[in-house]
């Protein structure tokens, strides 16, 4: 015959089965609650930045003078004297050597910049050599390229790769 303590003790062994079940939940709701305040501020971080990056003006680059991307003169400017350069519009494309759309737009580049001399200029910056280019500029995808008007002014920005076709038909619907 089994002895009253037994079932005591038994009874105390479902208990503490039931507890140990109610602690799992409970770590597995504290897991759930540190991960969404984690992601939370994730997010607050990224608009953050986003904000700041917004309000920071994007036109300096490392390794190339700050010259380099300002115009000489406003598109407005009457006809330049003979001898002078007019400003012109400028393609600023920011990329990486070992990045596979970089490489296969490395070629489109350069036969813009030799044969579009006369229309645009067109730079080339690798930010992986100048990280800091890639910060000032706000870049999140390489390649980007960045329409800017003589004046400076950014017309336009287009994240991955962009055929030459598209190149030449973006200038043409700013009028260059």
């Known amino acids: 015959m089994r ?3 037994d079932n005591v003790s038994a009874a105390d062994n479902i208990e503490t089965i039931f507890e140990i079940i109610a602690m799992k939940h ?3 709701i504290a ?18 930045k986003k904000a700041t990056e ?6 300096e680059t490392a390794g190339v003078s700050e010259q380099a991307l300002q ?23 920011l990329g990486a050597t070992k990045c596979i759309p970089c490489k296969m737009m490395a070629p489109i580049l350069e036969d813009l ?26 870049i999140r995808v390489i390649p980007t390229q960045i329409f800017f008007a003589p004046d400076g002014k950014e017309l336009f920005r287009h994240e ?17």
């Open 3 to 5: 002895e009253r303590g």
């Open 71 to 93: 115009p000489a003169a406003p598109a407005e400017s009457p006809a330049p004297a003979p001898g002078a350069v007019q400003a012109l519009p400028k393609l600023v494309d």
């Open 26 to 28: 409970i770590r597995n």
């Open 113 to 138: 910049k030799k044969n579009q001399a006369d229309k645009f200029d067109v730079q080339l910056i690798d930010v992986w050599q100048n990280p800091d280019t890639g910060r000032k500029y706000g």
């Open 54 to 59: 917004a309000a920071t003006p994007s036109v």
């Open 160 to 176: 991955g790769f962009f055929g030459k076709d598209d190149i030449l038909a973006k200038w043409k619907e700013f009028g260059f």
């Open 31 to 48: 897991i759930v609650a540190v991960l969404v305040v984690a992601v939370g501020m994730v997010v607050a971080i990224k608009q953050s």
